[in-house]
């Protein structure tokens, strides 16, 4: 199990740095965030190219990691957030300064595209990171409940989460157990990008709970297989799928397994626990998640718990 380096929690008057590692951010997206961030006690520092472009990025690659490396050496930064997904990430991950991150951990909170980055981080640095926010779309002006109660405890506290607010009537039990280990919450397809890379993370005995979107059920299917002829199926704690949101619809199903049936098909020689349905993926009520701490999954009934702090 990766040793874990942990950011300091946040305190009120603390320093945000919004950032674009990705996609440009919208137009007014940085300072809806910024007025949310400041209502709620934190000073903000917008990042100079969060609403630059280059091609479909948010700068080159050089002016986006060289901004990355930078707030990571500014003491007086304390959390970092994503404004949006889209690509781009992982064309920075050969460019980051690890040493000098993993002496200078920072609270990361990013989605979608930002996975990338979010498992570089963990992979390199041991450095919990916190995935299913961003700054555009869940920081201004329309936020939903479940983010908000999912994140802020988890940036504030040195006290586990606990389990976590979920109607285990909502979650399908795919294949019966428990199960203790890391949680790594991440986009499949973006998983998937970091296969044969140094910044895959490790996986054994880990609860690895994937999510996507607008894929089709082969595309699912192909990238799950990916990861079982990889071995990385093979040696996990348990399988947890979040949500797939326009990926298997109603025409495709006539003809494809759905998701539970793949799980089975392609897990098959192992035992433990998969549940499928924790509000994680591309719809607006979603969980965030920390990415490397403890967590506990039971299916009877079904639950996750995260049974230690992120922050310290």
């Known amino acids: 199990m990766t040793v874990l380096n942990k950011p300091q929690a946040l305190r009120p008057k603390d320093l945000i740095a919004l950032v674009a590692p990705s996609r440009p951010a919208s137009e007014h997206g940085p300072r809806d965030a910024e007025t949310y961030l400041r209502q709620i006690g934190y000073r903000v520092h917008i990042s100079p190219n969060v609403r630059d472009r280059h091609y479909y990025f948010a700068g080159a690659d050089e002016i986006r990691a060289g901004e990355l ?3 990571f050496a500014d003491s007086e930064i304390q959390a970092l957030v994503c404004a949006r997904g889209g690509y781009g990430c992982g064309r920075l991950l050969d460019h980051l300064n690890y040493n000098a991150i993993s002496n200078n951990p920072k609270i990361v909170i ?3 595209d930002t996975t990338a980055l979010l498992l570089a981080l963990y992979s390199q640095c041991g450095m919990t990171c916190f995935t299913g926010a961003l700054s555009d779309f869940d920081l201004g002006k329309e936020r939903n409940e479940l983010v908000e109660s999912s994140l802020w405890p988890q940036l504030t506290s040195t006290s586990a989460f606990g389990r976590l607010p979920i109607d285990s009537d909502d979650l399908l039990v795919v294949r019966s157990g428990s199960a203790k ?3 790594i919450p991440a986009n499949l397809a973006l998983l998937c990008s970091l296969l044969g890379t140094p910044f895959f993370p490790p996986l054994k005995d880990a609860l690895l709970l994937v999510e996507d979107v607008d894929e089709h059920p082969y595309r699912v299917d192909r990238m799950l297989n990916q990861l079982r002829l990889s071995g990385a199926l093979g040696n996990l704690g348990g399988l947890i799928f979040g949500q797939f949101n326009r990926c298997f619809t109603a025409e495709e199903m006539v003809t494809a397994p759905t998701l539970a049936e793949l799980a089975l098909e392609l897990t098959h020689g192992t035992n433990y626990p ?15 998640l920390p990415i490397g701490v403890e967590a506990i999954l039971e299916t009877s009934p079904p639950s ?5 702090a992120a922050v310290s």
């Open 304 to 308: 996750l718990t995260l049974a230690e």
């Open 274 to 288: 998969i549940i499928a349905g924790i509000p994680y993926g591309h719809f607006r009520r979603r969980l965030v």
């Open 181 to 183: 280990g890391p949680l």
């Open 110 to 112: 990013g989605f979608s």
């Open 69 to 71: 490396n930078r707030l």
